[in-house]
């Protein structure tokens, strides 16, 4: 059995409740989300409370980035804050011996034509390249040679400009991936999720795991179409730690409770 944790849930907003509820269900760790008020700035999530988060409950912490960070933002304001504030979440993560964050990889905005779609970070690229080059400089000199990971989610799919981008990051050995099973399960272009996947198994280092069925995502699991026990032994076998990613506390303790009969 992977390292399994939970993610942060609108019902238990805050660290001490996650931590609370983490130790109840014999999970291992929390995935803190920036897209919730209270882990927004991470310059003010209290180093101290972590800590002693960790020792009252004996969990660990990974931090899922916020959603809407795009580090190759042509307005340079908005880049700027973006790195800003991976700089600083990198920063709490050194400080309290978090092993990972999580990022969705943003493919930008696009312009839709009568007859096709055109996204301007597959025209612009330049712009693109200098921008992840920024990115892999500020990364390797904020960790230095610490066990710290950027993990890229996959989330809309890696379009062949985008799986170019994120195997740019990749070359850098401060980024690895981040597998949502069923992100890749719903997806049109499954096959091209797996060939991804298979030709960098070695990064795999994080998995989001959750049932899903049709167009559906994040369904507690058995209730779906999804081979989660596959998904399962996948994570076990590639040491990955592993969110039970489902939205609700109904949701959770039910996926929780089948994992321990299995």
């Keep these: 059995m992977p390292v399994l944790g939970m993610p942060t849930?609108?019902?238990?907003?805050t660290l001490i409740e996650a931590c609370a509820l983490c130790h109840d269900l014999g999970l291992?760790?929390?995935?803190?989300?920036?897209?919730?008020?209270?882990?927004?700035?991470?310059?003010?999530?209290?180093?101290?409370?972590?800590?002693a988060m960790r020792e009252q409950y004996g969990i660990?912490?990974?931090?899922?980035?916020?959603?809407?960070m795009d580090l190759c933002d042509f307005n340079p304001l908005v880049r700027g804050a973006y790195l800003e504030t991976l700089?600083?979440?990198?920063?709490?993560?050194?400080?309290?011996?978090?092993p990972l964050l999580n990022m969705h990889f943003s493919?930008?905005?696009y312009f839709t034509l009568?007859?096709?779609?055109?996204?301007?970070y597959e025209q612009k690229r330049e712009s693109v390249e200098n921008a992840l080059n920024e990115v892999k400089t500020l990364v390797a000199q904020t960790v230095g040679n610490e066990n710290v990971k950027v993990?890229?989610?996959?989330?809309?799919?890696?379009?062949?400009?985008?799986?170019?981008?994120?195997?740019?990051?990749?070359?850098?050995?401060h980024f690895s991936l981040t597998l949502d099973v069923g992100h890749r399960f719903v997806a049109p272009e499954r096959a091209e999720y797996e060939a991804f996947y298979e030709?960098?198994?070695?990064?795999?280092?994080?998995?989001?795991l959750h049932d899903a069925k049709g167009g559906k995502n994040h369904l507690p699991l058995n209730t779906g179409e999804l081979d989660w026990r596959a998904a399962l032994s996948f994570a076990d076998a590639h040491a990955c730690t592993t969110v039970i990613e489902v939205k609700t506390i109904s949701a959770l303790t039910q996926s929780v409770h089948l994992l321990q009969h299995e």
């Design 199 to 208: 030709k960098h198994e070695d990064k795999l280092r994080h998995i989001h």
């Design 151 to 173: 993990c890229i989610e996959n989330t809309e799919g890696f379009a062949p400009f985008v799986a170019g981008d994120v195997e740019s990051l990749l070359s850098d050995s």
């Design 107 to 109: 493919k930008g905005v």
């Design 114 to 120: 009568p007859e096709k779609k055109v996204h301007l």
């Design 9 to 13: 849930l609108i019902e238990k907003p």
């Design 87 to 98: 700089r600083r979440a990198l920063d709490l993560a050194l400080e309290t011996n978090m």
């Design 60 to 68: 660990f912490f990974t931090l899922h980035l916020d959603e809407r």
């Design 28 to 51: 291992s760790f929390v995935e803190l989300n920036m897209n919730l008020p209270a882990f927004a700035d991470v310059s003010a999530i209290s180093r101290v409370e972590i800590r």
